[in-house]
């Protein structure tokens, strides 16, 4: 008889959107091969039952319920601004109690746009595995966790990154208390843990240790090497702006991400105020999504003596345009505070493209000897790194992990750690 290992993808089922966690969910169950003796099997929550799916709804669905959800965010933050003040409203709706509620009432009405499933419910026996793969905190059903346990299952989240509690300042409030909830409320129902790299796992047994259980095992932990789908193909270079490819015309650095504090735009822009005081003439990129607690900063951005001059934005890149940018840049500058992984170093490395990063663990473990690292410390330190163009140039026999391998050594390892109960 195969054994059952269960896939919960229900957040990205239901919100639609392919970026981080959500890019990693579709690429696992899309590049996952047929293993011996292991049926693999994709999950999903609908009123209080676990449903089997084939494949991800059309990206183009109406179902998607995040506009409603933006919208109640901005409601929030508008009212926190103009009465956070009053001492009675700023504890009501600041209060943990709200911020769940609220956060289970968009994912109940998320569900209840699903059409009733056609498939039977999930029954979960014993030595069943289910690795719960997706944004789990954010729509946690834990009385069916604990039947899950109860039957004898093993539970197994994927962790991503721990920064919504070692580093709430740069998180949206609602996020930071619904992950903390998770983390310490589900911790009984856990038998191990999985993370995306070595330095989230440290980081999560650490806290978990220090937090809840003295005498918790390293040996509960492990961790697998995210993928990339690269293929090399010509690039449609009719496709791509002239305004997009003009910028190119000169050296150009480029940071690719979302625009938020822990990516630390502003201190790449600080670097390059130093070196066009000095009439040194090398422009700056910005390539991302625009995030959260970013205002000041994006007026900073709009309002520069050397925007759309030396000084560049572009919130919404294509896929052409981004490879065009990454074979064309003379480096890609990666200033993260700190990261569960920090994929545009992969991506790249890839193109042979020059990175220079913070230096911090997870950048050491990802970029190896591969990239440049500066100090966050002082703005100065990657100034020099860039007019003395000292850093180091990337190997180009890369031997890069595919999401094939990557879900492979995702289930190996998943199977070594269950052998373990």
């Known amino acids: 008889m195969n054994r059952n290992i269960y896939v919960d993808c229900t957040h990205t089922y239901y919100s639609l959107v392919n970026t981080g966690i959500q890019r990693v969910v579709r690429n696992i169950v899309s590049s ?32 998607n319920l995040s506009h409603i959800k933006s919208i109640l965010r901005k409601i929030y933050q508008l009212s926190n601004k103009i009465f956070g003040s ?17 956060n289970k009432l968009l994912n109940t009405l998320s569900i209840k746009n699903e059409q009733t499933p056609k498939e039977d419910a999930i029954v979960f026996n014993k030595d069943d595995i289910l690795l719960l793969a997706d944004a789990t905190w954010s729509n946690c059903d834990y009385t069916l966790l604990e039947d899950a346990k109860q039957s004898g299952s093993i539970l197994i989240p994927l962790i991503y990154d721990i920064i919504p509690i070692t580093h709430p300042e740069y998180c949206q409030s609602d996020l930071s208390i619904a992950f903390e909830a998770w983390l310490k409320k589900s911790f ?58 003009n910028i190119f015309n000169k050296k150009v650095f480029i940071t690719v991400s979302t625009i938020e504090a822990r990516k630390n735009h502003i201190y790449i822009l600080k670097a390059f105020e130093l070196l066009w005081k000095e009439n040194i003439d090398v ?33 919404d890149v294509s896929d052409h345009e981004l490879e065009y940018a990454y074979k064309h840049a003379e480096a890609l500058i990666f200033a993260s505070f700190v990261e569960g992984f920090g994929l545009p170093i ?12 913070s230096d ?7 970029g190896k000897q591969n990239i440049s690292y500066f100090d966050l410390d002082d703005p100065r330190n990657l100034a020099h790194i860039i007019t003395s163009a000292s850093y180091i140039q990337p190997i180009k026999e890369i031997n890069f992990t595919t999401w094939k391998q990557s879900s492979k050594e995702l289930i190996s390892k998943i199977l070594k750690l269950s052998q373990k109960s």
């Open 188 to 245: 009984h129902l856990f038998d191990y843990y999985i993370a995306i790299s070595n330095t989230v796992k440290n980081e999560t047994y650490s806290y978990l240790k220090n937090q809840l259980d003295k005498n918790l095992s390293i040996e509960k932990f492990d961790f697998f090497t995210l993928g990339s789908n690269f293929q090399k193909k010509d690039i449609e270079v009719h496709s791509i702006n002239d305004v997009f490819k």
């Open 86 to 102: 009053i001492p009675y409203f700023n504890a009501f709706i600041n209060s943990v109690q709200l911020r769940l509620y609220v």
């Open 360 to 366: 911090i663990p997870i950048h050491r473990e990802v």
């Open 32 to 63: 996952i091969d047929t293993i011996e003796n292991v049926d693999i099997i994709f999950i999903r929550l609908y009123h209080g039952q676990y449903y089997p799916f084939s494949q991800f709804p059309p990206k183009n669905t109406k179902r």
């Open 283 to 315: 422009q700056y990129l910005i390539i991302g999504k625009i995030g959260w607690k970013t205002d000041a900063f994006i007026e900073k951005v709009l309002s520069h003596s050397e925007y759309n001059k030396r000084l560049f934005m572009q919130n």
């Open 346 to 357: 992969v991506e790249s490395l890839y193109y042979n493209l020059n990175v220079l990063a």
